[in-house]
C-alpha cells in the first residue's frame, strides 16, 4: 500500500464548476497536510495545510481532514483555466523530521 | 530577492561524469531538502539538514552527496552519473517542525 494515495486522473470540470481533489494516507501519527499546486515545467507551490480535523478555507480553496478515516480533501470552488495544474498532496509521517510524503498528484483541468 | 534559488536550472552531461547542484536560502530557515522528481512525476525525498546537520538520509546510491556549509545553504553532489539519475532535483527549505517546505525552481538533470 502507498503511503500517500490520490487518484492521477485527469480530472476534468467545466469553467466555474467546484473540482473535488482526494487523497488518503496510510500514517495514523501523521500532523501536518499540505497541498500543492505544480503547474507543468514549475516548482510545487504550497496552496494550503492543514493541521486539525475539519474545514480550512482561504479564498476559492477548502482544505477538508477526517484523521479517523485517514482521508483529506481540496476544493476548489468556480474554477478557472488557470486552475489547470497538477495537485499534490503532501503527509508529514511520524517524528519531528520534517520529512513529508508526496502522492503521485492528480491532474485538474478545468475546461472553458 | 529569490526565496529558494538553485543552480544550474539545467545540467546536460555525460553518463559517468561528476556534477553538483547549488542550493540557496533566504528565508531563515533551518532545515533544508533535497527531492527528486522522476520523469513520472512522483516526488520523493532524499536529504535534510537541520543547521548543517545530516537529518534525513533516504535509500539513495552513495554517489549521491549532499554537503551543507551552513544553514542558508545545500549543495548536491553525484558522482558517476547514470542514464537513471535522468530527473528534476528540487531543492527545499522549511521550519525543523511540522511547518511547509519552499521549493526552489528546480534543476533538470539529462544524462545522454
Known amino acids: 500500500q502507498k503511503e500517500v494515495e490520490q487518484n492521477s486522473g485527469p480530472l476534468s470540470v467545466p469553467e466555474g464548476a467546484i473540482a473535488s481533489l482526494n487523497c488518503t494516507y496510510s500514517d495514523r501519527v501523521s500532523q501536518s497536510f499540505f497541498w500543492y499546486r505544480q503547474y507543468s515545467g514549475k516548482s510545487p507551490e504550497l496552496i494550503m495545510s492543514?493541521?486539525?480535523?475539519g474545514d480550512k478555507e482561504d479564498g476559492r480553496f477548502t482544505a477538508q481532514l477526517n484523521k479517523a478515516s485517514q482521508y483529506v480533501s481540496l476544493l476548489i470552488r468556480d474554477s478557472q483555466p488557470s486552475d489547470s495544474a497538477t495537485y499534490l498532496c503532501a503527509v508529514t509521517t511520524g517524528g519531528n523530521t520534517g520529512k513529508l510524503i508526496f502522492g503521485q498528484g492528480t491532474t485538474l483541468q478545468v475546461k472553458p | 530577492d529569490t526565496a529558494v534559488s538553485q543552480t544550474p536550472k539545467y545540467l546536460v552531461t555525460q553518463m559517468g561524469n561528476d556534477k553538483s547542484i547549488k542550493c540557496e536560502q533566504n528565508l531563515g530557515h533551518d532545515t533544508m531538502y533535497w527531492y527528486k522528481q522522476d520523469s513520472k512525476k512522483f516526488l520523493k525525498i532524499m536529504f535534510s539538514y537541520n543547521n548543517k546537520e545530516l537529518i534525513i538520509n533516504e535509500t539513495v546510491p552513495n554517489r549521491f552527496s549532499p554537503k551543507s556549509p551552513d544553514k542558508a545553504h545545500l549543495n548536491l553532489h553525484i558522482n558517476s552519473l547514470e542514464l537513471g539519475d535522468s530527473a528534476v532535483y528540487f531543492c527545499?527549505?522549511?521550519?525543523?517542525?511540522?511547518?511547509?517546505?519552499?521549493f526552489g525552481d528546480g534543476t533538470r538533470l539529462s544524462i545522454l
Open positions: 527545499a527549505s522549511g521550519l525543523l517542525s511540522n511547518q511547509p517546505q519552499h
Open positions: 492543514i493541521y486539525s480535523n
